[in-house]
């Protein structure tokens, strides 16, 4: 009689215990298959984290604004000095996008957009399209303003708006 008792408590404990492995195995397959892409790992010493991949408006953005501090020289396309135009279509240039070289055509070309939708990447045109930049967001563009000077970001307002395209 002591053995079937045994056996009718251990046969649920067994039946319970080999449920719950197998919800655990079948767990530890599937969570970690979603999120894996979200997780960091480690390579050799160095922990790698997981980034966001940039719109290619922002990529133009931001290879604009890494220029922050080079010369304005009149007919430049960088790397190291810059004109207006010559800045935006390196910044595109480096986004894998190929824009006209003169302020006239990069603002003309691509797609037109109110200075109320701006996004970041967006080329803004100045002083009758004279002048060009590259739009950061926040109401900031970054531009190479003129000889003696340096890329910089201004405000937007700082200068009499005269049109946006967005390629």
């Known amino acids: 009689m002591a053995n079937h008792r045994i056996q009718k408590t251990t046969r649920p404990t067994r039946t319970a215990r080999g449920l719950l492995l197998g919800a655990v195995t ?19 010493s160095v922990d790698i984290a997981p980034t966001q991949v940039a719109s290619h408006g922002q990529s133009v953005a931001n290879a604009a604004q890494s220029k922050v501090g080079s ?21 595109y240039k480096q986004a894998g996008i190929n824009v006209p070289r003169t302020s006239y055509d990069q603002v003309g070309g691509g797609t037109p957009v109110s200075k109320g939708n701006l996004q970041p990447g967006d080329v803004v045109a100045f002083y009758g399209a004279e002048h060009v930049g590259v739009y950061l967001g926040g109401g900031r563009v970054v531009h190479a303003p003129t000889e003696g000077d340096v890329v910089k970001v201004s405000p937007l307002d700082s200068m009499p708006f005269a049109g946006a395209s967005r390629y």
């Open 71 to 91: 010369p304005y020289v009149w007919g430049a396309t960088g790397p190291s000095s810059f004109d207006c135009s010559g800045l935006v279509q390196w910044a």
């Open 26 to 44: 079948v767990g530890a397959l599937m969570i970690p298959a979603v999120p894996a892409m979200a997780q960091p790992f480690t390579f050799g």
